[in-house]
């Protein structure tokens, strides 16, 4: 397996962007100060609170995010408020027209994007590319299709001519958006950007590791014009300031762990507001007796490792056919060790760091956990301090058990677990044990049996000769989890509906529903009811 040290990325240091590391070898990493000020001082807190914030490449630090108060998120909302009910009233047209001036802004910008997010987030620059990538997409998306999605539909009415019905898309309000560090552009914004298509405002709490990647995503937003109090943004502990927002928002994003959504849920549900959910995930691959073994082990590499497995999405099961499995498993591991890591700001890294002390614990006892209980590690499990703090090798394991940890639960590192089956009935029962239904993958050159297959495993999302990024790069497709992966879908129309509450309007035009011209009630029946019988004949609805 191929390692290399952090090295500095040359540059011009400017006040407008990321700090060369070469002019402070002290700090190889850090920010200028005035680019971190820039940003924090869009979040709302007067508490008088800050804190530090620490690059995972190498410790560096980044900047003191102020913290807010419960004072804040109220004055939040109130901002937002007022906002929102300005641009529930801006054209469609509008709305479109600065989403894809954000298109165009993110575009121009994804150098300065992708070197904030690997210094937050310490992955690798190709995974960071991913990010730019994926908001500007969803930007077009409801830039484009925002029509198709908003503009009031006519329905049927009961009676043919006489009644018309009308169906609104009417604004929820404010949103509040709970966003966690492993995507901290995609994550920050991809949320927001229908809920803004859809006419509300967004009040958001991005993840205390990751809070300047978001606030970059503040700063674009304001650049395409659209207005400052329209997205508000706080920072602090989930468990004052999330609280908080749930407490006041008209709808609720929440994506992280499946304990805490359970808690978002519940208060969600005594408030009688909507929420949407993505939860954790033990996804499962399964590669077929037909499949391309080249490809899915490429594939696999892709599915385990992106983002260092820090991905809700990403493998941590893997089921592979009796008949190709040692084949694939030859191919497999020597992709993984031939795979180069990095902590550095560089190209050419296929996989970079975890992001904090914590993720890294959290990998180091489910692989020891497994060591000791009789499973095989057959490439990885070490932690490479020589490469970064929180580095950790790409690992494959085989013979893991029921009572091993990583079993079961999320590792959510770049840990995966190999099994054989026989049967691809077998496969599609073990890829459906387990609580979990987010996203899966099934390679197979037969493309209709491999679908058929997908129709049968509990997940939201299912790739065909793909890991992850077919669907999740597909905007008009919806995305999210089943059971406890949880509830709602981003992208596509769902994506941009659950912004909005569902309003009818009839206009009904000579006949009234009561009996007429001293009609009785009687009379008013039976009339009613031989309509019925004709409407059936002429085929209506």
């Given at each position: 397996m191929n390692g290399q040290n952090p090295a500095a990325t040359p540059g011009d240091p400017a006040v407008d962007g990321p700090h060369d590391p070469e002019h402070d070898p002290t700090a190889s990493y850090a920010l200028e100060p005035d680019y971190t000020e820039a940003l924090t001082r869009r979040v709302l807190a007067t508490s008088g609170r800050t804190a530090a914030v620490h690059s995972p490449l190498d410790g560096a630090p980044l900047a003191h995010v102020p913290q807010s108060g419960d004072e804040d998120v109220a004055e939040a909302f109130r901002r937002a408020k007022v906002a929102q009910e300005q641009w529930a009233r801006t054209p469609l047209e509008q709305r479109?027209?600065?989403?894809?001036?954000?298109?165009?802004?993110?575009?121009?910008?994804?150098?300065?994007?992708?070197?904030?997010?690997?210094?937050?987030?310490?992955?690798?620059?190709?995974?960071?590319?991913?990010?730019?990538?994926?908001?500007?997409?969803?930007?077009?998306?409801?830039?484009?299709?925002?029509?198709?999605?908003?503009?009031?539909?006519?329905?049927?009415?009961?009676?043919?001519?006489?009644?018309?019905v009308e169906v609104n898309?009417?604004?929820?309000?404010?949103?509040?958006?709970?966003?966690?560090?492993?995507?901290?552009?995609?994550?920050?914004?991809?949320?927001?950007?229908?809920?803004?298509?859809?006419?509300?405002?967004?009040?958001?709490?991005?993840?205390?590791q990751t809070m300047l990647s978001a606030l970059l995503g503040l700063e674009l937003l304001e650049q395409a014009g659209f207005?400052?109090?329209l997205w508000q943004v706080v920072a602090g502990k989930?468990?004052?300031?999330?609280?908080?927002?749930?407490?006041?928002?008209?709808?609720?994003?929440?994506?992280?762990?499946?304990?805490?959504?359970?808690?978002?849920?519940?208060?969600?549900?005594?408030?009688?507001?909507?929420?949407?959910?993505?939860?954790?995930?033990?996804?499962?691959?399964?590669?077929?007796?037909?499949?391309?073994?080249?490809?899915?082990?490429?594939?696999?590499?892709r599915a385990s490792f992106s983002n260092a497995g820090q991905l809700c999405v990403a493998m941590e099961r893997m089921f592979v056919s009796d008949q190709v499995y040692d084949r694939f498993v030859e191919r497999f591991v020597a992709r993984t060790q031939a795979m180069t890591l990095g902590a550095s700001m560089d190209w050419g890294n296929d996989m970079g760091s975890l992001i904090?002390?914590?993720?890294?614990?959290?990998?180091?006892?489910?692989v020891d956990d497994a060591v000791a209980k009789g499973a095989t590690?057959?490439?990885?499990?070490?932690?490479?301090?020589?490469?970064?703090?929180?580095?950790?090798?790409?690992?494959?394991?085989?013979?893991?058990?029921?009572?091993?940890?990583?079993?079961?639960?999320?590792?959510?590192?770049?840990?995966?677990a190999l099994y054989r089956f026989h049967d691809e009935a077998d496969a599609v029962a073990r890829a459906n044990a387990g609580g979990y239904g987010l996203n899966a993958a099934i390679y197979s050159q037969d493309g209709a049996r491999a679908r058929q297959l997908a129709s049968e495993i509990r997940c939201g999302t299912v790739n065909?000769?793909?890991?992850?990024?077919?669907?999740?790069?597909?905007?008009?497709?919806?995305?999210?989890?089943?059971?406890?992966?949880?509830?709602?879908?981003?992208?596509?129309?769902?994506?941009v509906h659950r912004f909005t509450e569902t309003q009818a309007v009839a206009?009904?035009?000579?006949?009234?529903?009561?009996?007429?011209?001293?009609?009785?009630?009687?009379?008013?029946?039976?009339?009613?009811?031989?309509?019925?019988?004709?409407?059936k004949k002429l085929g209506r609805a």
């Open positions: 479109s027209e600065a989403m894809m001036r954000l298109h165009d802004l993110i575009l121009d910008r994804q150098d300065e994007i992708m070197d904030l997010i690997v210094r937050e987030s310490g992955k690798a620059r190709k995974h960071a590319f991913d990010e730019p990538l994926h908001v500007a997409l969803t930007a077009r998306y409801y830039a484009r299709t925002a029509r198709r999605h908003l503009r009031p539909r006519r329905a049927s009415g009961v009676v043919p001519v006489l009644t018309r898309q009417v604004p929820k309000g404010v949103v509040g958006i709970i966003s966690p560090w492993n995507y901290p552009f995609t994550m920050a914004l991809c949320d927001g950007l229908p809920a803004l298509m859809a006419g509300n405002a967004v009040v958001s709490k991005p993840d205390a207005p400052r109090d989930g468990s004052e300031v999330g609280t908080a927002i749930i407490d006041r928002a008209d709808y609720v994003c929440f994506t992280g762990s499946t304990a805490t959504g359970r808690t978002v849920a519940r208060r969600c549900a005594e408030r009688l507001i909507g929420c949407s959910l993505e939860l954790g995930g033990k996804n499962p691959m399964l590669v077929l007796r037909d499949a391309d073994l080249e490809k899915a082990a490429e594939g696999a590499v904090s002390a914590d993720q890294l614990a959290t990998v180091v006892a489910h590690v057959l490439t990885g499990g070490r932690h490479r301090p020589d490469l970064g703090p929180y580095m950790f090798e790409p690992t494959i394991l085989e013979g893991v058990t029921p009572e091993m940890t990583c079993f079961g639960d999320e590792t959510f590192g770049p840990v995966i065909v000769n793909e890991a992850f990024a077919a669907t999740f790069a597909s905007i008009d497709a919806p995305m999210g989890g089943m059971r406890q992966s949880g509830m709602g879908r981003r992208q596509g129309a769902e994506g206009s009904q035009r000579l006949l009234r529903f009561a009996p007429q011209f001293g009609m009785s009630d009687q009379a008013y029946a039976g009339a009613m009811t031989a309509n019925l019988r004709l409407l």
